[in-house]
Structure formats: C-alpha cells, structure tokens
C-alpha cells in the first residue's frame, strides 16, 4: 500500500502515522530490509549498523523482531537474520547488524553510531525526548543517515517537534486501510464503540489531535465532555451560521444542534451538543433545507441564525422551507473570540456535554485560540455551537432572576 512505501526526496525522517493495525509495523521491518539487503544474499546494502528502538526491549523483540509483521517474518529464507538473544540483536547473511534498544534506558543509546534506525511506538514512551535525542547523536554513520519511525499518534511534544522539522516527511494510514488483513469480528467492533469519538479518530483514523498554544477548548476538554446519550431536555435549539455565497467554493454553513436542562437557577443547568449537521458546497434552499431537518429531528424549540452577511434573506429563505418554524436572528456586534470566551468557560465549568460523532466540530474548537482561528477557511461549525449556547444558556441566564418569597 502506498503509505507503507518510503516516499521520494532528500529525507531524514520518516514518519508512518497509523491507526492501530494499519500496517506500520510491516512497513518498518520492510524498510529496514530494504536497508540492509543488497542484490543478492551475501552482498551488502545501504546500511551495515541499525538501531531498533522500542518502549521495551520486550516490545523490540516480540513485534519489531519476532512479530507476525516484523523482520523475521518478513525476510526470505535466503535472507533471513538470526536472533541474537544475548546480544539483543539481530544479525543479517551479510554481516549487517541491527542491535535492540529501549526507552527505558536513553543511555544505552550513548556511545554506538548507526546509519539507520526503526523507531517504534514514539508517541507512547515515557522517556521519549532524552531516547530521541540520544538516538539523534548516535545516527551519524554513512553518507545519508536515514530513520523510520512507526507510531499511532498522540500529541506529545516530541512528536510535534519532528513533524515540524524540515527533514521529516510522513504518511498516514487508517485503520480501514488493513481490512484485508484484520478480522471482520475487530473491525466491527471497535468502530461501533469508537467510531466518532477522539479515541477513534486518534486510534483508528491515526490523527494527531493537536492543540495550540492558548486554545480557548483543548483536547482534554472535549475528553471530559464526552457522553453517551442525554437525558430529557427542556429545550432543544438550531444555530445556524450561513456562508457568504452559496457555492462549491463557499465555507461550510455551520449547523449545530444543542439542548439543555434548565431546572434550578442558571449554575444548574447543563447543555449537551447533540449533533454537528454543518454542510458544505449547498445553495441557500440546500442548506436551509439542512437546517430546517436538523430542527424537525430533534423536536427544536427554535432555529436561531446569523445576519450579519444575509441580512432578512437568511429568515427569508429558512421561512420558504419551513412556515412555521420559531426564528430568531442573532447579529454579531463583537469579534469571534469575544463571543466565544463565555461559551468557553461553560466547558471549563463541565456544564456542556457533547454526544459522539462531533469530531469535525471538536477539531475547530481547537483551533480557536485568544488570538482568532488557526485553522483554514472560517470557523463555521464554532460559530453555529456559539450562538445555539448562547441562546440557550447565556442570554436566558441573564434574565433569570431568583423568585421573590412572599412573607407569611
């Protein structure tokens, strides 16, 4: 498969992003054969001294070397290295050697030098910036050094600085990418209990779920807010944030539907996202034709809309589709960040929950940081969860005011 073929160019690193089993560990054993074999058995390859470096050595062993995809089950007879236990290392017909290491132990690393390495599992090692580095000093045999690292990702600072790095190139691969090779009764499984959650995206689908620095909702936020279902709600809103123009070209018209309890005073009352229904590429009949679904799916007490760039055209067009719907606009007076903040801190108090399935929305709240939106285009689906919130839980909460008792 292609994300499992080392890319073109003057690269240093190469990262293989997976979701787990997406064949990453095949593409490193297949990389380092690639590395140390030459044309013919005895002849000698590209690189005579690899590094494998895993968590453990355990996990060295037992996938990068001895797993149903590591290098001994990939290499012909002809070819194959012997295993070395003793020595923990692995060493080829033609005299090239691969030596194990773990990052339990970053000073292990000081003092070989190697012409290549296979870092396993980066993301997950618990001493993963001082093994790196100490890997890095060590990598300095040869003309061109190279080094493959196999990872499912996870936002960890060593990994966002070498997917910065102007050296590295990476592919990236699903889990669904490996159906031939996985288990119907797995697959099933774990995309019914993970499909749309962060887990999912971040296990399954391989995505870096990243924050950025001063980001009003952060990842472990979202983690917090998820929830399987939600209990009877009081009421239920649509907001709806449309796009400058209605064509293929255009942003996404923001949909977002919100319901909420609301029994007690305001610090009681809980909002849970329920469904993330933004479209893209739509004329206005298309996307409030959306809208006016969303609303009729979950018994919506109101569908609430920006003006700013339609004006009465945005309740015109909701108006051709749906009569009788409750409307109300919303006009933007204040910048995307000003609006945000309050709704913000309603996650950072857990008053919102979200259902799962969000993951479209979740990544543009985590874009959105004290200085605007970081992400492309326009926040649209942010924009559509502020204004249903707001409407739900904001506006009303600055009207409420405690019942008078009257004295006996």
Same mark, same amino acid.
């Given at each position: ?9 003057? $690269? ?79 060493? $080829? ?24 390495? $296979? ?117 239920? %809103? ?78 015109? %067009? ?76 904001? %506006? ?13």
């Amino acid at each position: 498969m292609d994300h499992q073929l080392p890319p073109e160019g003057d $690269w240093k690193t190469w990262v293989i992003l997976g979701g787990r089993g997406a064949g990453k560990t095949r593409a490193g054993a297949e990389w380092v054969r690639n590395m140390v074999e030459g044309p013919m058995p005895l002849d000698a390859g590209k690189a005579t001294r690899v590094a494998l470096v895993g968590e453990t050595l355990e996990q060295v062993r037992e996938v990068m070397v001895h797993g149903e995809s590591g290098i001994l089950a990939c290499s012909p007879p002809d070819r194959r290295p012997i295993w070395q236990e003793t020595r923990r290392r692995l060493v $080829w017909p033609n005299g090239a050697a691969a030596q194990a290491y773990s990052a339990h132990d970053p000073d292990r690393l000081r003092g070989p030098q190697f012409d290549a390495a $296979w870092v396993d599992e980066l993301a997950k090692w618990k001493n993963a910036e001082a093994t790196w580095d100490m890997l890095q000093f060590g990598l300095r045999l040869g003309d061109h050094p190279q080094q493959v690292v196999t990872t499912t990702p996870r936002n960890v600072p060593v990994l966002r600085q070498l997917l910065a790095d102007a050296g590295t190139v990476q592919s990236h691969a699903p889990t669904e990418a490996n159906r031939a090779n996985l288990a119907q009764s797995f697959l099933e499984e774990v995309e019914r209990r993970y499909a749309g959650t962060r887990l999912g995206r971040q296990e399954l689908e391989g995505l870096l779920m990243a924050d950025i620095e001063g980001a009003l909702w952060t990842r472990a936020m979202m983690d917090r807010a998820e929830v399987e279902t939600a209990p009877d709600l009081d009421r239920v %809103v649509v907001a709806v944030d449309p796009p400058v123009t209605g064509t293929t070209q255009s942003d996404a018209c923001g949909i977002v539907v919100v319901g909420a309890t609301m029994a007690g005073p305001p610090q009681d009352w809980r909002a849970f996202v329920l469904e993330d229904a933004s479209v893209a590429g739509l004329s206005p009949q298309g996307w409030a034709e959306a809208a006016c679904a969303a609303a009729h799916r979950w018994g919506a007490d109101r569908l609430v809309a920006e003006v700013n760039q339609g004006g009465d055209l945005v309740e015109s %067009v909701l108006r051709q589709v749906d009569p009788l719907m409750s409307y109300r606009a919303v006009r933007a007076s204040r910048g995307k960040v000003a609006r945000a903040e309050p709704v913000a801190a309603l996650y950072e108090q857990g008053r919102i929950q979200h259902l799962r399935g969000l993951g479209d929305l979740e990544d543009q709240m985590c874009l959105m940081g004290a200085q605007g939106f970081e992400g492309d285009g326009s926040p649209d689906r942010v924009d559509a969860l502020v204004w249903a919130l707001t409407d739900l839980m904001l %506006v009303p909460a600055q009207k409420w005011t405690q019942p008078k008792v009257r004295p006996l």
